[in-house]
């Protein structure tokens, strides 16, 4: 078996996700998570049409979002400054994937804001998810 694969040829599931917004707490009514780091790369041309030459550029930080069930955003909310989880001042996200047999790892997303405060729901939901989308600036995995 090749030294990538994960312990015991098993794969992370999203039973083996945890995530903990403030460092801290750990969010129980969730149900999705999404972030991306992306890094500017550029060829740089010189005689002739072909490449001569490649360079890195700067990490981004495209928004993200969390899907979270409104008790656990109003739960939030009640300990946010002025009731308001736009009041909440930039925070880190630790995302860890655990669990027998699989490998330990964590991401800790620096840096998180979120942007809105939604609320949405129709005739026959049995459940209201809020989709909460946040900017960030900072990933460390490890």
């Not at 609320?119 to 049995?126: A, M, R, V």
Request: proline share 5%; aromatic share 10%.
């Amino acid at each position: 078996m090749a030294d990538y694969l994960l312990a015991n040829g098993k794969s992370y599931s999203w039973g083996n996700v945890t995530i903990m917004p403030f460092g801290s707490s750990i969010l129980i009514g969730v149900t999705d998570i999404s972030y991306e780091r992306k890094r500017v790369s550029k060829v740089h041309y010189g005689a002739g049409n072909e490449p001569v030459s490649e360079a890195d550029g700067n990490y981004e930080y495209p928004d993200g979002s969390i899907t979270v069930y409104t008790e656990e955003l109003r739960a939030i909310a009640a300990s946010a400054p002025g009731g308001s989880i736009l009041n909440i001042p930039r925070f880190p996200t630790v995302v860890m994937l655990s669990g027998d047999g699989v490998n330990f790892t964590t991401d800790t997303i620096k840096n998180m804001k979120f942007l809105n405060d939604p609320f949405s729901t129709k005739q026959g939901d049995t459940a209201i998810m809020c989709k909460i989308n946040f900017s960030w600036a900072g990933l460390d995995h490890k």
